[in-house]
């Protein structure tokens, strides 16, 4: 109960701090509830040291063995195997610590530790940004298929010069004519597209596209159309330097792009 209650107070305490603190107290408070036994976090595991006479035997001073405050009954074998060192995790993945340690702040540092393996967006997440390049198009035109054109050029000229190469920029190109290619009568459309391009480096392309079109004639002999052209173009550089961040990138773009425009652009929009 001693080590159970110095954790609890470990958890009340970072509910009184930061946001991101008070959601690791959350998940913490989540794994402790159905715990029966603090010394092992239900893990059946401990370690002891193996005693002088092991010492040089070339299998380590130390010993993983059952815990011995679980068994209903006294055993006289514990051993479950001989290790080099005491950096030891349980079946759960919580750090093991020896039989006969009672520290809470210890305990309540290795669940923090377990929680944020697990769910690593529970820490604030940490990154590099930079605005790559602004396009913005505001003009009238009879060919659409030029302008989309010149607005690709720039684009992949942008692109090639931040990602290395033209070939891992082709994706992202091709969703951009994609994008500023299609609208309607009327279209006001924002549209999100990302992609990792190297482990730890994601490029972000936010495309507000308020073009529209009309369809004229011509002395009502034959009908043309023209294009109203309002596309802006923002691309960002993104590069990740924990875990935390790296899994807000990729749940951005395993998730569908459009429905996390807002949280992306308050990501851009935030200081580093």
Known sequence: MEIKNEIIS???????????KQN????????IKPIKCFHCFDQKQCW????????????????RKICPHCLAKPAENLWIEDCISTDLVGP???KLF???????????????TYVIK?????????YTKSGVDSIHINEKTYNLEI?????????????ESYMGNLHSATKLIKNIKLNISCFDEESKKNTLLCEEITPNHFMYIVIKNNSSKKTKSRF?????????????????????????????????????????????????????
């Open 10 to 20: 470990f958890i009340e305490n970072y509910k009184t701090t930061d946001a991101f």
């Open 147 to 159: 302008e989309i054109g010149k607005i690709i050029n720039t684009c992949t000229q942008a692109l």
């Open 92 to 94: 759960f993945g919580i």
């Open 118 to 126: 697990k769910y690593p967006e529970l820490v604030k997440p940490c």
């Open 48 to 63: 002891d040291y193996r005693g002088l006479r092991f010492k040089y035997d070339g299998k380590g001073e130390f010993y």
């Open 24 to 31: 690791i107290a959350l998940k913490i408070e989540e794994v």
């Open 98 to 112: 020896r039989h006969d340690a009672h520290a809470g702040s210890e305990r309540f540092k290795a669940l923090e």
């Open 220 to 272: 009502g002999m034959y009908n043309y159309q023209k294009f109203y052209l309002d596309i802006q173009i923002d691309i960002f550089e993104i590069k990740t330097l924990n875990d935390s961040a790296h899994h807000l990138c990729n749940n951005i773009i395993n998730e569908t792009a459009e429905k996390h425009i807002n949280e992306i652009m308050k990501l851009f929009e935030s200081t580093t």
